[in-house]
């Protein structure tokens, strides 16, 4: 079964707030226009995903529910997790690997340089780093619980304005 995932990094995030903490960073307002945009391109690729992971940071909480709501996905069906707040590329794909098998195509919001780090380890290509908003496209012939390194496809890494 051909299994397509989308590793997105969260969009553009306020800087220079130095009384927050990284995690309770929001969303530039171009960085809410550009999710947006993001999901409606998204919604043409993949259509609606069967589940959309998220990191528990606030930025990629806000990106998260903007491309689900262009992708018709309850925002509410997000599932929002701790582990994918500045997780490792061991800690993603263990996250990857526990994915329900009955799921087909899902979208994954988090962050530099796990992102990109993720996509180099599966897919044995380089990216060097993912902009914010950016996308990257994999796909497998398998079951989530075989993903390892150099197992997937990479499709496609598309960059803000997502054409």
């Known amino acids: 079964m051909t299994r397509q995932l989308f590793l997105i990094r969260h969009a553009e995030a306020e800087m220079g707030?130095?009384?927050l903490k990284d995690i309770d960073r929001t969303l530039t307002p171009d960085g809410e226009v550009v999710a947006s945009k993001v999901g409606n391109k998204l919604s043409e690729?993949?259509?609606?995903?069967?589940a959309v992971l998220c990191s528990s940071a606030i930025r990629t909480?806000?990106?998260?529910?903007?491309?689900?709501?262009?992708?018709?996905?309850?925002?509410?069906?997000?599932?929002?997790?701790?582990?994918?707040?500045e997780a490792s590329t061991r800690i993603l794909l263990h996250e990857i690997n526990k994915l329900e098998e009955s799921w087909k195509k899902v979208v994954i919001v988090a962050h530099n340089p796990g992102i990109?780090?993720?996509?180099?380890?599966?897919?044995?290509?380089?990216?060097?780093?993912?902009?914010?908003?950016?996308?990257?496209?994999?796909?497998?012939?398998?079951?989530?619980?075989?993903?390892?390194?150099?197992?997937?496809?990479?499709?496609?890494?598309q960059t803000p304005p997502i054409a």
């Open 17 to 19: 707030n130095f009384e």
């Open 61 to 85: 909480r806000q990106t998260a529910v903007l491309i689900a709501e262009q992708l018709n996905f309850n925002p509410e069906r997000i599932i929002f997790k701790d582990e994918l707040y």
């Open 116 to 157: 990109p780090y993720l996509a180099e380890y599966i897919s044995g290509d380089i990216l060097v780093g993912v902009s914010p908003a950016g996308v990257v496209e994999l796909s497998y012939e398998g079951d989530w619980a075989e993903i390892s390194e150099k197992t997937m496809d990479l499709i496609q890494y």
């Open 45 to 50: 690729l993949l259509g609606r995903p069967d």
